[in-house]
DNA sequence: CCAAAAGTGTTAGGGATACACCCATGT
DNA sequence: ACATGGGTGTATCCCTAACACTTTTGG
């Protein structure tokens, strides 16, 4: 699970209870039912170990290394998914820095060893979990290029300023204002709020995806 | 497994032994070796049931419904791989049409119950190998576009008329030949051979990939 | 009054597209 | 000779990228 805040890319680790690399960190995972869709299995344990849900999910990769975990042969389907920015509307745009391990996820009812964390500087990761990490950031930068997604990263509604934030952030590269602001209103994709958002500065209009399903659109 | 003939995209199938499905066609598929990488298992089963080895192959998705094999709960990690056209060196451009059953695979050893079927009108298949079906030729028209794999479809050396005929196959759409041309040469990725290709016509200039590694590159 | 983000148009350059004619060969 | 595919150059258009100033608010 992916998300952005303060210009920084996260991702959502928890702290692995037991086995040989009990006390690492990972992606948080579990057994698929036997009778389940690998979807709904994906879905199922992500909120039931971070409480998140609704997210906007996808299957990655299947990994299948004989060695990938020392006590048994197991074969693991990744998924990918977005959350929105936490604490969004209430948050102010600059925080002081903490320590990675203070922060635990504060949406949603509170999980013991869940934290977020930023991509750029991941702790060391349980089982072949750092594959997957590069695996699933290289899937988000391309996919943002040519469809929908970021949807899956803002809340419903957002200002074209916190847009383009996002999109730089994971880009890692500035983006002209002007342009991002004409190419973004040309693609037909959103529609203009009612309402502005106001903060520190002047307000700004507030905008909202018109679909929220995933579709292949060239973004930027 | 995909190749290109006859300005026809076409699959690879095997009939189906034993099961439910007995006797429809389905994708080449078996069961991972207790210590085995799931690419070495695929490149494995595909060259058992068909002949072919050394081909472009990348893991496409999971497939994991719980009906999706009536006799037991089945998870399935499909590939993708993409096989040179056949005969491309010594078949004519034009070729009277055949019947499906008869289009046996024609290179390395016969194997029974082989055969490539175009996908335009591939018959039923066994399991939940329609969806699959879709699903690859979806990555094979996008992964054209911006990667270089192509290769995969042709043989070392090919002519850009040939070049150009696969990516009006697969995209279904025709392309200027000068412009074509133009932007191919400019990306550098392909190698004048010194050698010509005589045909029917015009001898045309041979060429082959500087790199057969894949990589992303914008192609058109 | 100042700081900070929001909002807005124009221009120049490059890549994409459209288009027509001659060439080399086998039959 | 002719049919067929190989090979080449140019003009136009649109999209992209670069660029600066005014507005609105909170503090």
Redesign the interface.
């Known amino acids: 699970v992916f998300t952005v805040d303060e210009h920084e890319i996260e991702a959502l680790l928890v702290k692995v209870r037991e086995g040989p690399y009990a006390g690492k960190w990972a992606f948080p995972g579990g057994l698929?039912g036997?009778?389940?869709?690998?979807d709904a299995a994906a879905r199922r344990e992500l909120t039931a170990q971070t409480g998140l849900g609704d997210l906007y999910i996808e299957?990655l990769?299947?990994f299948?290394?004989?060695d990938r975990d020392p006590r048994a042969?197991v074969?693991s389907?990744a998924y990918f998914a977005l959350a929105p920015r936490r604490g969004l509307r209430a948050l102010p745009r600059k925080d002081p820095s903490r320590k990675d391990d203070e922060n635990v996820a504060d949406q949603g009812p509170k999980y013991a060893d869940v934290g977020w964390f930023p991509v750029r500087r991941l702790p060391a990761l349980a089982y072949d979990h750092d594959e997957m990490a590069s695996c699933a950031l290289a899937r988000l930068r391309a996919k943002l290029e040519y469809t929908n997604i970021v949807y899956g990263l803002l809340p419903h509604e957002f200002t074209l300023g916190e847009l383009q934030e996002l999109y730089e952030t994971i880009l890692g590269r500035p983006l002209d204002r002007r342009n991002f602001r004409r190419k973004i209103l040309a693609s037909g994709l959103l529609r203009e709020l009612r309402r502005q958002r106001r903060g520190a500065h002047r307000p700004a209009m507030l905008y909202a995806f018109i679909s929220r399903e995933p579709m292949v659109v060239a973004m930027l």
Chains 1, 2 share one sequence.
């Not at 036997?34 to 690998?38: M, Q």
């Open positions: 698929v036997i009778g389940e869709e690998l299957q990769r299947t299948g290394s004989p042969r074969v389907t």
